[in-house]
């Protein structure tokens, strides 16, 4: 079941959906001509289906060991493949190239990283925690720490991890005990116990660089008293080079339902050296840059590993021979037809098909955003692009991995009993995926941050403003060839729209009845933004067509677009429906009655 | 986190809502007096809790052994637990009273293979698949093979198995290649492979009685040419008691996502001694009774491992404090507050026990309609009932089961970064509950049964009747005190008999729309059954109240019913749609473009 990149949906999206050369004028854009992006593509996919992809169902019987001395050894391969990527220079894709960056933008890069943690989200891991120590560094980090780290961990030479959870502080950091003594060098001595640190421990880099919060002694009690600091495993020398040991090690590892290729380290921290990032105190917005960028990448693992587990779900519906069609034999020269002449088994792989290209146009507008946030000419594009990239964020963390979540299940389902043994890789998909829902924030998290956060900020401007992006396009769209798409968005957006004005007026006096529907409304506000990307692209598709293309990939679009309108959207309504029951019900129940 | 069996929610559907006494005249509930009902919860309870639970995690982590000489070995104190279960006489609590069964009715032995699924799924299936193999024997034995195998199989002293995958073959049976040669003594020889035998090997029991299917030396091709035959693993010698050793054997154990606790076998038969049930090519009509019996036993695991994984989630839920209710601080004096203060997250457990309650009350009323098909004393009712059983066990199958994975999703989510690692029970009550959507017909399996077979079959007595069943029962609570609970029946049957009529329109002609949207259908009428329920239950709970009781456990039903109404019955509408856009967009994609 080899995996197989989605190379031609990230041509059609970044080339006639986003169609990404009108911004060549731009920063970051100037280097992506459509050669070098269709080149990236390619090769994306090369080394990703043919080095990376080998090493994932292996990885996830090997798992990872920890060793006497507290080193930890990955599953065999993953070093090798990890150096290769490096050599080749795969991390340094959307780096900054004033510190040896290609400065790619994230759009295209995004690309590449899907096709990366499909092929073994395991393995992905390793590099993509570097990519949030590179955030909160570029932010908090003073440029002598930005000369000596940044190069080494965008080029992939050292990695990075996040440290913010303790055993009895997850989602409520304010709680977190782990603290900061001053030293006279101006740095300090960092102690404490920290869990589930993804790629904590590993033999694959030169250094590693946690980033840990901890509160400096004497500073206040809950969040506002929590600082962020840099804690390398080696303490750099004189030339920047790896140094004396930092008194840090890892102690455990987690023995979790998947993602066992990833090592998940119990860390302790015993006065090791740590800088300070940005103010004291102050940490937590600094860990908030690396956890955006962070929350984005799960949701595009949601996407990735629903991927990889349709690919496999369709090479199995092809291959198994099983049953008749109703309406009579498709092969009758065979024993049986396959089981794609099944109503109910199409029905799992278009759903799931929908929802994948839905969730992918949905994945790549939000990283277009971040380019115009960081690279548009005028403040007013650039504002407005970080408004939706900050109101969307908690949608793609959420939706996108409650939708793969779902994916992986059908896919697990069209294979039958097969599906349920560890010879197929439909297993270890889901037990892979199943995390994407609780990291970076629960998806319960996002719902109450969308909600709670995102949707009050700034007077509501950023919501009005996609409201306003959605109607311009409907309103230009609606008579145009893709009509029927820009109804299903029309309708969807207008109950989600119904849904917020709901909160506005019950959430403001009572809390909990919109926290009540939180998770529904991020829901609701995900379909709407899937609806978004689909009519987009089936515009894009019936332009093509119209344009006399007859290339397969444009009338299959407007079909699996087609089950998204059927089968997906009339969830809408439900989601309405529950959100606006609020609070009452959930709290008539007193505790003990649990 | 220990299990607690659902012993008052058992007490009330037993009693207030299907008041059972009111049969005491009838056979099998003659000795199922209230005192009695009420001693075979409390000690089942006392049993599965304190024998049984305590082995369900060790039993996943240690799983099963394939010894060189082929047997088998299960996990550490399955087997004297297996013994103490004998011993006690649980497993001949249903059993025919003439071969030594307690004779009880199948609805009271229901409530105890929850628990008993409910503390550990993979040590219930041992016995579990006897029950099957007891439904073949009664049908399809002759007078000596009953008094010779079933005393045995009741009491649970032997076990048995059901054989009917082969690696090429599952849902298709008319593929099947395993052989049986008649020998000179009446016997045949069984020859073949078959694959996935739960229970296939072990050494709890004296004997185990494989039910094979294969194809007798010349039988037609295809499902009319399939026996069914007893193949036990040791010959029983002229006075019953295991004697020369058949030649079959164990060649293998699959490695499974979960029940890692149950032996899943690959078996070999090479010339094994078998004796026919029923007659020749006649095998699957029997093999029907076993498997209904096994379907409407699915549906129960996928109830049990759901509540099992709700306790498991309460207790975490209660305990784990993090954060503050967005209302103020609930227990100021601590850290913070337990997350049941959190809105989303009672939701969460809210949703599960109103499905699980709901869920629990459908089956009960299912399978008191096995009882009433058995014991009732009319003719007409006897019918009305066994229509009932045979049009609602795929429901409760592929139902049941579907919100049994929802429940142990959400489970696992309260639990946060915890429900990802093995410390935690959610991962193994994810991974065991999965199997339960696949096997004994996958649930797309059991929504093409209940659209093509049970819906017609008769002229579509059954689900008239059942149809005619619930109007009455709205004509007489509609002005009840359970009114609204009788309202969200009434609107959602409404549905449900909008998508009956789509499907005689459109299905006649069409089998592949009728397919297409079969799992939908099958999910409206699951919503169906447990609105039916969830009326009945307010209603009861109600009579309590109105009565004078002060027991908290009724007015707590009537909230988690709300809960219902708001949060769940939304569903219905959604699925009622979907299915009514029939298979045209899934037929439009040609097979290639998959």
Chains 1, 2 share one sequence.
């Not at 997850?170 to 404490?192: E, H, Q």
């Amino acid at each position: 079941m080899p995996y197989k990149a989605p190379v031609r949906d990230y041509q059609f999206l970044l080339n006639d959906v986003l169609n990404i050369a009108q911004y060549s004028n731009l920063k970051g854009f100037q280097d992506a001509s459509p050669d070098v992006v269709q080149a990236i593509l390619e090769e994306g996919a090369k080394f990703t289906e043919e080095v990376v992809a080998p090493l994932n169902a292996p990885g996830d019987k090997e798992g990872c060991v920890l060793h006497p001395d507290h080193s930890v050894t990955a599953p065999k391969g993953y070093k090798e493949a990890y150096l290769q990527m490096v050599e080749a220079g795969w991390p340094a894709l959307g780096g900054d190239p004033e510190y040896g960056g290609q400065g790619l933008p994230h759009v295209v890069a995004t690309a590449y990283s899907e096709m990366l943690t499909g092929a073994s989200s395991a393995f992905a891991m390793y590099p993509g925690l570097t990519d949030g120590a590179v955030a909160a560094l570029s932010v908090g980090g003073t440029d002598e720490l930005k000369a000596l780290y940044l190069p080494k961990l965008i080029a992939g030479e050292w990695s990075g991890t996040m440290n913010l959870t303790e055993p009895h502080c997850g989602t409520d950091l304010g709680l977190l005990r782990s603290k900061a003594v001053p030293d006279s060098d101006g740095t300090y001595k960092i102690s404490g116990q920290k869990i589930w640190i993804s790629a904590g421990e590993h033999d694959f880099t030169g250094n590693i660089c946690h980033l840990v919060l901890a509160r400096i002694e004497g500073a206040p009690a809950g969040v506002k008293g929590i600082s962020l600091f840099l804690v390398p495993k080696f303490i750099p020398d004189a030339n920047g080079n790896p140094g004396e040991r930092n008194s840090l090690h890892c102690a455990g590892l987690e023995h979790k339902m998947g993602i066992h290729g990833n090592s998940t380290c119990v860390m302790i921290y015993e006065d090791a050296k740590g800088w300070l990032l940005g103010n004291a105190h102050e940490g937590l917005k600094i860990m908030f840059y690396m956890m955006n960028n962070a929350r984005l990448g799960v949701g595009l693992q949601g996407l990735a590993i629903g991927h990889a587990s349709h690919v496999a779900a369709v090479e199995f519906a092809k291959d198994r021979l099983q049953g008749r069609a109703l309406t009579g034999p498709k092969s009758p020269d065979k024993p049986a037809d396959s089981i794609l002449v099944h109503p109910d088994v199409r029905r799992m792989l278009l759903e799931s098909r929908a929802l994948l290209e839905g969730g992918r146009g949905f994945l790549t507008w939000v990283a277009l955003q971040a380019d115009l946030a960081k690279y548009a000419e005028d403040e007013a594009t650039r504002e407005k692009a970080n408004d939706f990239l900050s109101l969307l964020t908690p949608v793609v963390k959420a939706y996108l991995t409650e939708k793969g979540l779902k994916v992986t299940q059908d896919s697990m389902q069209v294979h039958g009993g097969s599906g349920f043994t560890e010879h197929f890789p439909a297993s270890q998909y889901m037990r892979d995926i199943r995390i994407t829902l609780i990291y970076e924030g629960t998806n319960g998290v996002q719902a109450l941050d969308l909600v709670g956060r995102k949707l009050p900020s700034k007077g509501g401007r950023a919501v009005m403003a996609y409201f306003a992006e959605i109607d311009a396009y409907v309103a230009e769209h609606e008579a145009g060839s893709a009509a029927t798409f820009v109804k299903g968005l029309k309708d969807t957006k207008a109950r989600l729209m119904d849904g917020t004005m709901w909160l506005m007026q019950n959430g403001m006096g009572n809390p909990d009845a919109a926290a009540a529907g939180s998770l529904d409304y991020l829901c609701l506000f995900g379909l709407t933004a899937l609806a978004y990307s689909w009519a987009q692209q089936a515009a894009a598709a019936q332009a093509a067509i119209d344009a006399g293309s007859t290339d397969p990939f444009y009338t299959d679009k407007l079909k699996v677009g087609r089950v998204f309108l059927e089968r997906i959207l009339p969830e809408a309504e439900a989601h309405l429906q529950k959100m606006k029951a609020g609070s009452e019900a959930l709290f008539a129940l007193e505790d003990d009655s649990f």
